[in-house]
């Protein structure tokens, strides 16, 4: 069995801000993860996955992900948030069939 | 350009009629899936096919039925049992080797009038 848990359904922050996405997950092998973006009618966008090796993971736009197996978790982080940062996103865990959070919505303030 | 096209964008439908979605990929992809996307609820998995003339239920398949005659095709029909079919439906493929992600199709929205 496999699953996600994301942490706060919106958050809210300033343009040159950190971003930080909570994302913990439970799986009982060990974890495939995705992070996605998804724009309003649009279908999803791989951000950043990890499946094994180095722990911090770098995507892009500026978004990296660490994976931290003693804290189930694998937080979404970019240094500065940009405004076309705005979107909806996903943290995921599976290797055929994934499983998908119910989504972070992000905003940026100008 | 390979990737995943869905079709169309946004459909209409009369209650008690079915309605097929439309999906290929040019991937050569082995596995495809349908996700149903409600705010605030995620994605949830409808069916999914790992091979030709194979697939299997997912966690929401009532109301829903596809086929995979084809590699690169795997339709959806919404069918008149399903008791709330207006949704954002996403499509996606996967390569069947460790550690490969998903790619998504754009989506088609689903109304129903």
């Known amino acids: 069995a496999q699953s996600v848990t994301q942490l706060g359904s919106h958050v809210s922050v300033s343009e040159g801000a950190l971003v930080l996405l909570r994302c913990n997950y439970s799986?009982?092998?060990?974890?495939?993860l995705f992070w996605y973006v998804q724009y309003p009618n649009q279908g999803l966008q791989l951000l950043l996955k990890?499946?094994?090796?180095?722990?911090l993971v770098k995507g892009i736009n500026g978004f990296e992900a660490e994976f931290k197996k003693s804290e189930t978790s694998f937080h979404l982080t970019k240094p500065s948030a940009h405004m076309s940062d705005a979107a909806e996103y996903f943290c995921?865990?599976?290797?055929?069939?994934?499983?998908f959070g119910a989504g972070t919505t992000v905003t940026v303030r100008a | 350009d390979g990737g995943i096209t869905q079709s169309p964008k946004y459909l209409f439908r009369k209650e008690g009629q079915n309605v097929t979605l439309s999906c290929e990929q040019n991937?050569?992809?082995?596995?495809m899936y349908w996700y149903r996307q409600d705010p605030g609820q995620g994605l949830r998995l409808i069916y999914y096919?790992?091979?030709?003339?194979?697939?299997q239920k997912g966690d929401i398949a009532e109301g829903y039925s596809v086929s995979r005659e084809k590699k690169e095709s795997f339709p959806l029909t919404v069918t008149s049992a399903q008791k709330n079919p207006t949704a954002f439906y996403l499509c996606?493929?996967?390569?069947?080797?460790?550690?490969?992600?998903?790619?998504f199709g754009q989506g088609t929205r689903l109304t129903v009038v």
């Open positions: 799986s009982s092998v060990p974890p495939y």
């Open positions: 096919s790992q091979i030709v003339n194979d697939f």
């Open positions: 996606a493929s996967i390569l069947a080797a460790e550690g490969t992600e998903a790619f």
């Open positions: 995921a865990v599976g290797y055929y069939k994934l499983s």
């Open positions: 991937l050569n992809h082995d596995a």
């Open positions: 990890y499946t094994t090796g180095a722990t």
